[in-house]
Nanobody, 121 residues
Framework: QVQLVESGGGLVQSGGSLSLGCTAS????????MGWHRQAPGKQREYVAH???????YYTNSVKGRFTISRDIAENTVFLQMNNLKPEDSAVYYC???????????????WGQGTQVTVSS
């Protein structure tokens, strides 16, 4: 059974920082690219970032230079460090995994429950 468990999130002022974490069951973490998607109220879910099994990160343009994705192999955990947050970053953030990902190609196959990030102006 695949489990993705998010942690972190919360309320922060514009320009502030938050860190999200996601712990995955070992089998899925070791063999999958891991990533984050988000969904704001009234909008579709959108891709944010992913990191390959080899550690190469990819980002959507709107977060480049502000967000950093990383993975801790020993802890089966993927992190999303979010700096210089903006109100438009407010959303539910979902940890995702894609065992079939190759490089930049990433289609989330597994999803966590989500964690709320709210950025006040």
């Amino acid at each position: 059974q695949v489990q993705l468990v998010e942690s972190g999130g919360g309320l922060v002022q514009s320009g502030g920082s938050l860190s999200l974490g996601c712990t995955a069951s070992g089998s899925i973490f070791n063999n999958s690219a891991m990533g984050w998607h988000r969904q704001a109220p009234g909008k579709q879910r959108e891709y944010v970032a992913h990191i390959t099994t080899g550690g190469s990160p990819y980002y959507t343009n709107s977060v480049k230079g502000r967000f950093t994705i990383s993975r801790d192999i020993a802890e089966n955990t993927v992190f999303l460090q979010m700096n210089n947050l903006k109100p438009e970053d407010s959303a539910v953030y979902y940890c995702t995994a894609d065992p079939h990902s190759r490089g930049i190609i990433y289609i989330a196959q597994y999803w966590g429950q989500g964690t709320q990030v709210t950025v006040s102006s």
